[in-house]
């Protein structure tokens, strides 16, 4: 053993820990590496060359994974070990002092964004549980509904103008649009959407807004969030900037399992501004400025 590696092996035990490198049964050259113990559970088997520190040590594989270990963590362990020393290493310069903190910053990553992505995963199935349920509680309520009344109790079929789908990270959003005489009229037809249409009701949020001319200059305007916060609030304010009345919009969105952020009330918007659009309440923006640049000549 050189005397650099001698001192390199007293200052990591010191450091994290008696037994954190200590020499292995097989070869004088090799040793065992214990990660430590709040990062990993994983042990390395290491070798050193008679020339280090001039000559890199071999990372040769995984010695244990430890009692609790997940799956693969010793491979990802071992895999991200290599890459550390693959970074620090400079010939004539210890440089386990350097991996193992390397390390330790890299495992913490990514057992932080595995951790996301399970909240992520969990949080997805509470939604589906959630879309179930409310699946179910609106199919009961309208088979009650239709038994009481009689014959069909909707009523005839709105006339929804749809926008085109926005899909971002598998979250889907889609808006329809009519023009309604009056807050009853607009939750009617809601309702009649939301009973007409399976797939619309068992999406994550129908997110809502209307504004409507009274009698006598009186007017009414209205939103709903449907669990997504603020975002009804953002749709009637569109409608508010675009001069809108005696018009409703209703925005659908099915979870895709990864959050958006703020960027969710951008595309709620946009798929709001798209249906519009296409029912002929506002203009494009490419026909607005050539109608601009036409007058300007």
């Known amino acids: 053993m050189s005397e650099q590696l001698a001192d390199e092996l007293e200052a990591i035990n010191s450091i994290y820990g008696d037994g954190t490198l200590s020499p292995s049964d097989d070869s004088p050259s090799t040793y065992i590496l214990t990660l430590p113990g709040e990062i990993s559970s994983s042990t390395l088997r290491l ?11 071999v990372v040769l594989g995984t010695h244990s994974s430890g009692e609790h270990a997940k799956r693969g963590a010793a491979a990802r362990d071992l895999a991200l070990f290599r890459d550390a020393v693959g970074d620090v290493y400079e010939p004539g310069q210890v440089c386990l002092f350097d991996a193992i903190e390397q390390v330790k910053e890299l495992i913490a990553a990514v057992t932080t964004a595995e951790k996301e992505e399970e909240e992520e995963e969990e949080e997805a199935v509470v939604v589906e549980e ?12 309208a088979a009650t509904h239709g038994t009481q009344t009689g014959g ?3 009523g005839p079929e709105p006339p929804w103008t749809l926008s085109l789908p926005l899909i971002e ?10 023009p309604v005489a009056s807050p009853q009229q607009a939750a009617q037809y809601l309702q009649h959407l939301l009973a007409s249409d399976k797939r ?3 999406a994550t949020h129908n997110i809502t807004a209307w ?4 009698p ?7 939103c709903d969030d449907d669990g997504e916060t603020a975002a009804g609030g953002r749709l009637l304010h569109l409608m508010q900037l675009m001069d809108l009345w005696d018009t409703m919009v209703v925005v659908t969105r099915w979870y ?8 969710r009330f951008a595309l709620i918007n946009g798929a709001a501004r798209d249906a519009f659009v296409r029912a002929g309440l506002v203009e494009e923006e490419n026909k607005q400025e050539g109608k601009k640049k036409k007058g300007g000549k």
């Not at 070798?47 to 040590?57: G, N, R, T």
């Not at 959630?130 to 309520?141: F, H, Q």
């Not at 895709?256 to 960027?263: A, C």
């Open 216 to 222: 006598n200059g009186t007017s009414f305007q209205d």
């Open 152 to 154: 069909d109790p909707l």
């Open 47 to 57: 070798q050193f060359p008679p020339a280090y520190p001039d000559e890199p040590p």
């Open 256 to 263: 895709g399992g990864q959050k958006l952020g703020p960027r």
């Open 169 to 178: 990270l598998k979250s889907t959003f889609v808006a329809r649009c009519a």
């Open 130 to 141: 959630e879309n179930e349920k409310r699946l179910s509680s609106y199919d009961a309520t």
């Open 200 to 202: 619309v009701r068992a």
């Open 211 to 214: 504004r409507i001319r009274g």
